[in-house]
């Protein structure tokens, strides 16, 4: 018994030191593994709008008019409800939400105000015919929006001004990251204005950005 109880296990011995320490399956070639990482999606937001300074001229001028103003360099002073421009003669608009659904940006110019002040609220006696943007130049951080829209008035009412396409149309221009237009030329139409006063003419202008998309 004891004789065979030995082979036994001599026997089991062997059979374990056959067996490879540390055998694993092999993955067949090729095989997957997977990376990952999250974006943050940012905001859309109107970050700069420009005051508009346009070329003075002469009572005798406006009276017997009409006259084009053009854009020129330099400050404003500033109307109380519409304080938020720069000189730069710039709109800066960032789309960082990573939607790519496009966006509008409108403008609208307020009736003219004769006088001094933060806030003058005499309605200027001035024929104003129209307030347009001749010459923008457009650039982008990211992917390009379309281009400055400069066919009509923003006297009229509230203008679509810029706008930026969806994905999903045919070659989009989608206006990701930083846009910026660079206003180098427009122009302020006045008919006559026989009633016109000798000092400063202001008008508000409002900027509305709308999420796309704008078509």
Do not use: C
């Amino acid at each position: 018994m004891k004789k065979m109880i030995g082979m036994a296990t001599a026997a089991f011995a062997l059979t374990l030191a056959t067996v490879p320490v540390g055998a694993v399956h092999a993955i067949d070639s090729p095989a997957g593994s997977t990376a990952q990482f999250a974006a943050t999606p940012g905001e859309l937001t109107l970050d700069e709008i420009p005051d508009l300074r346009f070329t003075d001229l002469t009572v005798a001028d406006l009276i017997s008019g009409p006259n084009d103003l053009s854009l020129v360099n330099g400050t404003v002073d500033k109307l109380t409800d519409a304080n938020q421009g720069t000189d730069q003669l710039q709109i800066v608009v960032t789309d960082n939400r990573g939607t790519n659904e496009g966006w509008k940006l409108s403008a609208k110019a307020g009736t003219f105000r004769f006088g001094d002040g933060d806030n003058p609220v005499e309605t200027a006696d001035l024929n104003v015919t129209g307030l347009t943007f001749d010459t923008v130049g457009v650039s982008s951080s990211g992917t390009t929006a379309n281009d400055f829209i400069t066919a009509a008035s923003i006297t009229g009412g509230d203008t679509t001004v810029w706008t930026a396409d969806n994905a999903t149309t045919t070659t989009p221009n989608i206006g990701t990251g930083v846009n910026t237009a660079k206003v180098s030329a427009a122009t302020l139409s006045l008919g006559q204005s026989p009633n016109a006063k000798a000092g400063t003419y202001r008008a508000p202008i409002t900027w509305t950005l709308t999420a796309g998309p704008n078509n």
